[in-house]
């Protein structure tokens, strides 16, 4: 008990609960089975997308392309799907290739070409998101537009349902475990949480630092473009105007959770505990009718309110 909560996630988890019992007292429909997972499932792709973020954080990076990478990885696996005729699941194996290219792409800019990761990041968010238009829309297409996806199996990976849990909660889960069991329990992830740490140090003890890098942000692209065919299935339709934005709220979800922007420290499981705050924080503005605005606004004094108590644990 004493190391449980003495752990890191221990104070992001009891935030959590003291939100949920209070939203519970406030509303009456909180604690409905219905409404906890339409929160989990609210969730599940910005989970899954601060999965990869949280592995990029801990090495030292940041990738703020992710936003841009759902929508290249939803319109082309949807185009494929509907106006070519390939296979669904080589559309989407091909849609997943594109999110892992370009995080290849954002791992050579950082460590071959030694461009700082908000710069790096910064440019192929929007090569990303003009890619998306021109897949969608061709090279002279001007304005949003949506690609429709009508295939039943992939469908099932963002409509379906196993018993009463939504098939997104359950590929975010078993993604949130794999990747704390490949950060706690494999060379790899001791090299992530080193490389972040002292990447000087890591480098005179053999570690290939770029190439830890580069393994990072190939994982964050990968997982971002499979949240935008998460969200395609779940839509029917690929729209090239998803994720604008969604960048913030899966950096908030990962710092929220306890990893530091600083590098070296932080856990999945944390951020997947951030990500329910941010879930729970939006669910609450719905049941209780409040302004839209207002959620802005929190989430942004939690952001603000997380990195300082970040700067002030690490001196």
Do not use: K
Request: with cysteine; net charge positive; proline share 3%.
């Amino acid at each position: 008990m004493r190391r449980l909560f003495a752990a890191r996630e221990a104070g992001v988890l009891l935030a959590l609960f003291v939100l949920c019992v209070g939203l519970s007292i406030a509303s009456p429909y909180f604690f409905t089975l219905r409404n906890i997972f339409n929160v989990l499932q609210g969730m599940s792709t910005i989970g899954i997308m601060a999965t990869g973020m949280t592995i990029v954080l801990i090495a030292g990076g940041l990738d703020l392309s992710v936003g841009s990478v759902l929508a290249v990885g939803a319109v082309l696996a949807a185009r494929l799907m509907t106006y070519s005729g390939l296979n669904p699941w080589v559309a989407v194996a091909t849609g997943l290739m594109a999110g892992v290219a370009i995080g290849a792409v954002n791992g050579l800019l950082v460590t071959r070409a030694h461009i700082v990761p908000f710069i790096a990041t910064l440019g192929t968010l929007s090569v990303a998101r003009g890619l998306a238009f021109v897949l969608a829309t061709g090279a002279t297409g001007t304005v949003a537009s949506n690609v429709p996806m009508r295939d039943s199996a992939v469908a099932y990976l963002g409509a379906g349902y196993v018993g009463p849990v939504p098939v997104p909660v359950l590929i975010m889960l078993a993604l949130g475990i794999l990747s704390a069991v490949l950060l706690a329990n494999t060379v790899l992830g001791r090299q992530i949480y080193a490389v972040g740490s002292n990447p000087r140090g890591a480098r005179l003890s053999g570690v290939s630092v770029e190439r830890v890098q580069l393994i990072t942000y190939v994982v964050c692209g990968g997982l971002a473009a499979l949240a935008g065919i998460i969200t395609t299935g779940l839509l029917a339709t690929a729209s090239t105007n998803l994720g604008q934005g969604v960048e913030l709220d899966v950096i908030a979800a990962a710092v929220i959770g306890g990893t530091s922007l600083r590098g070296g420290e932080g856990s999945v499981i944390g951020t997947l505990i951030g990500a329910a705050i941010m879930a729970v924080v939006r669910n609450a503005f719905v049941l209780l009718g409040l302004p839209l605005h207002l959620q802005v606004m929190i989430i942004g004094v939690v952001i603000l309110l997380a990195v300082g108590l970040d700067r002030r644990r690490r001196g």
